[in-house]
């Protein structure tokens, strides 16, 4: 009978992981972004920044991204541990995921999503963990399923409307800062409103680069949540060979995404 | 205490935001015919409103009602209202005029009083008239 060979599920596991990986530059940009928002209003209303003035009404904006984060890399290490139980090696759990769990709450996620995070953290750092081995992958897989899908769920809510949103926000702060300062100057100073005008499409075009690369992480998130539905759908044989077909396409699509992740920022 | 669901703070969040792009179109569309006191006035009217959306985005926000749903249904039509009149005026006082009662419905809002956001929405509706679908 054909089989797929265990370390099937290891990688899919594997490029999850990966995938995971790349996404903290992309949700750093999105505090980022209020920082450049905050710039433009500076210029406009007051004519003059510093670092500083900045930072203060982007505080919330960091607590959320590093609750996001947090929830993010949880999601990470729980692949990483199922690709080391995909392929019978020992699991060691990063101590900082214990701590992760609080971080979470101002994340943007709703109760439920939170609660998910807490069970995947409570299962990373629990002592069954390494009873978990090859034989026994199919209970793991089957008691996270629920949270992968609430946690993939949340982070894909947040990441496809809340930092679309935010993009969104700061692309229109970007046109009325150009468009107010080439008005106020195109006749004394025709040459440099051209320029101006020229900087502005810069800034529009790393815009449009980071929409896509969000699209991209919502993408990997939701071949992270049907890879592992597959996984669930045949946890009493996870060795059969349809699924190392269902999981050949979710393992291609993360791999290309992660690249472009790397590429990207 | 109420929160508000993430749903729906994503929603008003788009409400302010749009607000805020129909005063930048009216500002740009009639730049040479505003003063410059009315321009400054609008082009800080929808940095806050700005301001406004993306806390709305980011932040969770608590209402101090018992019915959040009605507190929010009040919210949306103000938005709704101010967003259709701001369509079809052209005269830069009376754009103003909703601009700012946009600005304190956004910031009541942020305080998650629920008394000054429905006194709020109120002064927004009257001030964006009569609704054509009301009448």
Known sequence: MACVQPSEVGRFAKSASETTAEFPPVAKDMYASCLRFEAYKAQRLSGWYDNESLRMPCASRDSAIAGVLAANKVLGAYFSALAKLADDNVVSTDREIGGLAAIVKKSGLNAAQVDAVAELTKYLTSTLLDAYRRGKIGDAVASQNGNVVLVTNGLRDIISRDYRQILDIEARAANDFYHASVNESRDREP??????????????????????????????????????????????????????????????????????????? | MAELSAEDARKLARSFYDLAGKLGKFRFDNWTRMQDVERTELEKIEWRLLTQSSELATRAIRISTDDLDEAIDEITRATKRMTRELQRIGDAKKVLRIANKALRLGEALLTGNAVAIANAASAAISAAGIDENEK
């Open chain 1, 191 to 265: 040459l440099a409103a051209v320029l101006v005008l020229r900087d502005r499409d810069d800034r529009i075009v790393e815009l449009a680069k980071k929409r896509e690369a969000i699209a991209a992480y919502v993408r990997a998130l939701d071949a992270v949540r049907d890879g592992h539905q597959k996984l669930y759908d045949h946890r009493n044989d996870l060795r059969a060979k349809v699924l190392s077909a269902e999981l050949a396409d979710q393992i291609e699509t993360l791999q290309r995404i992660s690249r472009q992740l790397e590429r990207a920022f």
